[in-house]
């Protein structure tokens, strides 16, 4: 599968960006796929993804309630809505996919599908 994200840029905070992950190789809707991000100096770190059994959607504490994940199956592609934007959002967003289990959803290692990332930068 080889993902492609697109999206990123430079925003105010308070602010909005979408970002899009196109998937092909592959059908996208078969697997755990989502969002991790990395900002400069950090880990990567888990911020939304689809379950693969059920497609139910979960959230990292730091962007719930501002973050949406959704999904257009016909088009293999999953976005995130990213509302209220902060300063701390700042970082490489990655998208992903594999076939991970729930309790290693929030684990980098456990996606073997990574796209090359695209940059959001939150200005305060």
């Known amino acids: 599968v080889q993902l492609q994200a697109s999206g990123g840029g430079l925003v105010q905070a308070g602010g909005s960006l979408r970002l899009s992950c196109a998937a092909s190789g592959g059908t996208f809707s078969t697997y755990t796929r989502g969002w991790f991000r990395q900002a400069p100096g950090k880990e990567r770190e888990f911020v939304a993804a689809?379950?693969?059994?059920?497609?139910?959607?979960y959230y990292a504490d730091s962007v719930k309630g501002r973050f949406t994940i959704s999904r257009d199956n016909g088009k293999n592609t999953v976005y995130l809505q990213m509302s209220s934007l902060k300063p701390e959002d700042t970082g490489v967003y990655y998208c992903?996919?594999?076939?991970?289990?729930?309790?290693?959803?929030?684990?980098?290692?456990?996606?073997?599908?990574w796209g090359q990332g695209t940059l959001v930068t939150v200005s305060s």
């Open positions: 992903v996919a594999g076939n991970t289990i729930l309790t290693t959803m929030r684990v980098p290692g456990a996606y073997p599908y």
């Open positions: 689809f379950r693969r059994t059920d497609a139910t959607p």
